[in-house]
T-cell receptor
Framework: GESVGLHLPTLSVQEGDNSIINCAYS??????FIWYKQESGKGPQFIID?????DKRQGQRVTVLLNKTVKHLSLQIAATQPGDSAVYFC????????????FGQGTELSVKP | GAVVSQHPSRVICKSGTSVKIECRSL??????MFWYRQFPKQSLMLMAT?????????EQGVEKDKFLINHASLTLSTLTVTSAHPEDSSFYIC?????????????FGEGSRLTVL
């Protein structure tokens, strides 16, 4: 199957600080990207998405940036809260891929009070 | 929002037995469902695409005879782990997409944790 099977990198931030989580995607043909949050023992939870015709999209406290030139995606979380502690995955999809989502490596975010 | 339900959420079985995991879309019809496997501290790995009324499409390296997928209705897909072994112990997650045009509306279940003794 596809995906990177490495152990998760971790990011530790202080409560109230901004967090930036990075992701490198693999397929230049991907045209749709999603960030998911996964808490321990649960399924992924949708956070925000972005299409390839955009380079930035903002949600509530979150911003996703897309750089197609270097195939890089980032998730910015403003004023990080303890409840934001989780594992964050980026996922990519394309119309030529049958709609399936391929997940990136993931980053474990730990928020210190 | 749309809900995808998985059952059982946890299952423990003996080595050599088969285990069935169900994935249901509760308030929408899903022509396509996806099955993922996730090992501890790792990412989700796509196993197969389940298509209602036709055979599943398996990702490279996934044994179709080991992981049987059946998508008999628009609201139910099942994954059967046959002759389970301890190395099959993992977190299995399904996702479902509704019948609309591809819009990225992919909803995930809460996962099923399989432990093979």
């Amino acid at each position: 199957g596809e995906s990177v099977g490495l152990h998760l990198p971790t990011l530790s931030v202080q409560e109230g600080d901004n967090s930036i989580i990075n992701c490198a995607y693999s397929n230049s043909a991907s045209d749709y990207f999603i960030w998911y949050k996964q808490e321990s023992g649960k399924g992924p939870q949708f956070i925000i998405d972005i299409r390839s015709n955009m380079d930035k999209r903002q949600g509530q406290r979150v911003t996703v940036l897309l750089n197609k030139t270097v195939k890089h995606l980032s998730l910015q979380i403003a004023a990080t809260q303890p409840g934001d502690s989780a594992v964050y995955f980026c996922a990519e999809a394309g119309y030529n891929q049958g709609g399936k989502l391929i997940f990136g490596q993931g980053t474990e975010l730990s928020v210190k009070p | 929002g749309a809900v995808v339900s998985q059952h059982p959420s946890r299952v423990i079985c003996k080595s050599g037995t088969s285990v069935k995991i169900e994935c249901r879309s509760l308030d929408f019809q899903a022509t396509t469902m996806f099955w993922y496997r996730q090992f501890p501290k790792q990412s989700l790995m796509l196993m197969a695409t389940s298509n209602e009324g036709s055979k599943a499409t398996y990702e490279q390296g996934v044994e179709k005879d080991k992981f049987l997928i059946n998508h008999a209705s628009l609201t139910l897909s099942t994954l059967t782990v046959t002759s389970a072994h301890p190395e099959d112990s993992s977190f299995y997650i399904c996702s479902a997409r509704d019948k609309g045009p591809f819009s990225g509306e992919l909803f995930f279940g809460e996962g099923s944790r399989l432990t093979v003794l």
